[in-house]
């Protein structure tokens, strides 16, 4: 059995998500992916059953990946405010400095057939948790966690990929949107 090499799972992760957000899933092959990454592609299935388990591998790993960078930036203690401040500014931040994996995963979670079963993922649970703790803590509003979570992060999705504004004026609508939150869900 040949051993596995890091580079070579890294290059074809990001071949994956090269040929994704290029060619979609059903255009993207095997084959392809393999050809991207520079491997054959007996070496793809070294480190990958067939394509379907490949995707929804790195999709787990990319996502728990942005929920980790969110929660590494959470610090015990925080007040309301600047907790909903730094919940917004580190989703912002990830998404400017990981456009391409952020579009991999937000493709990803909304093709029904793939991401069926992805539901379970840690990070996805986590912040499902972490919302609805601070609910029972009386530390925002009490709606449903899906409704929080979408005013949390929908907007700065919509901020972030906002490409006809510049990187300044980005930035006066992410403070204006953090404030707004923030009048929104705090008690």
């Known amino acids: 059995m040949r051993r596995r090499d890091d580079e070579k ?3 074809i992760k990001e ?9 979609g899933f059903h255009g993207t ?3 392809k992916i393999a ?10 299935y070294i480190y990958f059953d067939n394509k379907e388990i490949m995707l929804q591998n790195i999709y787990h790993e990319y996502s728990e990946e942005i929920f980790d960078y969110i929660f590494n930036k959470v610090q015990c203690g925080m007040a309301g405010k600047q907790l909903i401040e730094v919940l917004v500014r580190s989703y912002y931040n990830y998404i400017q400095e990981n456009r391409e994996i952020f579009n991999f995963v937000e493709q990803f979670s909304n093709c029904p057939s793939l991401a ?3 539901s379970e993922i840690k990070g996805i649970c986590n912040i499902n948790n972490f919302i609805g703790e601070l609910k ?8 449903r966690v899906e409704n929080l979570i979408a ?3 929908y ?18 609508l992410l403070e204006e949107m953090i404030e707004i939150i923030q009048d929104v869900l705090l008690k």
């Open 15 to 23: 071949a994956v998500i090269k040929l994704i957000l290029q060619e």
């Open 35 to 44: 050809k991207e990454a520079g491997v054959s592609p007996a070496t793809v």
């Open 29 to 31: 092959s095997i084959s």
């Open 155 to 172: 907007p700065v999705k919509s901020i972030a990929f906002n490409d006809h504004k510049s990187e300044k004026e980005r930035a006066e």
């Open 9 to 11: 799972a890294k290059s």
């Open 136 to 143: 029972k803590n009386n530390v925002i509003k009490d709606y």
């Open 151 to 153: 005013i949390i992060f």
């Open 116 to 118: 069926s079963g992805c």
